[in-house]
């Protein structure tokens, strides 16, 4: 969201920017002025009370919290002032209450789906299918998809799954596909021999599957960890695991129970800024996972940054996910499905067999990425649609998923 805001501005977009204190790694980047100015970006940031995100119930209470403050905050906001908003889908009923003030001021606004509520806490077991707060989310949900001017998917399973839960009448046409993204110049393929984060957690002459980012509920590691156990001890690889979330300690729990923590599968904390070009690109695979189904709920960041890093994917995926159909598209990795440890072993073999093959994945993944997936590249759709200087266009992914079940690179 910096990327965008800052990007946006820099193209002649007017941008004020309202958000909360850092958090998201326990509030360790410390407490942040209310005003500031970056890169031209004026921000406001709530004064409301914060606790640190080290529990549900607590990331519960910020959420709320933020979202009742921004409700306010604009509600009663200079009478008269025209904007438009850009939100996101993150905290979950923030998006109910933007469009309630919208409604109530006359603005209009752009829904941006990172996650899409409440099929998110209803895969994640907090609430029940088709109980009362499903139904009566969902209906809200309606107006909020149904009263946009413009609504942003991050793939076309979301756009479909969007499309279906917006009601009977809703105009598909308002939703745009845009893909998130990573900058091409900050992350850049790193030979291990060269990389000295490699070399330092003693990865740099085994074959290394890495995985970097949140350990969250919609992650599914299990499946990486049950593989790690059923490889012939003979085959060097190590995996490693850099991350904190909800779901860390579990999947270290299993590690332990296999007796593979500390031998073939390593753990490592979330790692500082200006080590993530380092850190990105010590492995030989990427591994991007999705629990199952997620499908079209939200699409893992973590594709375009393991696509920056030029390195073949191991999509932990149903076959039919945003994440598989990029990779598969693109002939960038391995699609496994989650729980199926025999196809991640017979990746892995494939892989530490045949290194022209890790190769030229990994030269295709980097290849499309700079194609289709670069910072550049998002923001100026966005700006597109914003202004609406032109008509979107198509995706190719989504064009490429309407034509054919098998994806390949003829398609773009």
Known sequence: MTDLAVGLQDRGLDMRVFTGQPNYHSGDNGKQPTHSTHEGVDVTRI????????????????????????????????PGRDRELVFVSN?????????????????????????????????TGYFEADGLVDQTWSKL????FGDAKHIVALGPVMRSRIAANAGPGFDTSKIAIIHNWEDEEFIQPKAKEENWFAEK????????????GNIGENHDLETVVEAAAQLDDEVDV??????????????????????LRGS?????????????????????????TVQEGMEGICVSSKLYTAMAAGMPILVISQPDDDEAQIVGAFDAGINAAQGDTAAVVEAINTWTTNPDLVREQGENARTAFEARFTKDESIDRYYDILVDSQSVAPDPVAQASDDSSNLDRDNF
Not at 50 to 61: A, D, E, K, P, T
Not at 201 to 212: N, R
Not at 241 to 259: F, S, T
């Open 201 to 212: 957690h003693g990865v740099d002459e085994t074959f290394t599957l890495l995985y970097s």
């Open 47 to 78: 004064r409301a009370p914060q606790v640190r995100q080290l529990s549900f119930l607590r990331r519960g209470f910020n959420w709320v919290v933020f979202t009742v403050w921004m409700f306010l905050r604009l509600l009663v906001s200079r």
């Open 264 to 288: 073939r599968i390593k753990f490592l904390p979330y790692q500082p800024l200006d080590d993530l070009p380092y850190s990105l690109t010590a492995g030989d695979v990427s591994i991007v």
């Open 91 to 123: 905290p979950p009923f923030l998006p109910v209450a933007m469009w309630l003030v919208c409604k109530l001021r006359g603005w209009e606004y752009t829904f941006i789906v990172h996650d899409l509520y409440p099929d998110f806490t209803i895969e």
């Open 238 to 259: 190590t995996i490693l695991i850099i991350g904190e979330g909800d779901k860390k300690a579990a999947i270290v729990d299993l590690a332990e129970e296999y007796g």
């Open 141 to 144: 949900n309606e107006y909020v």
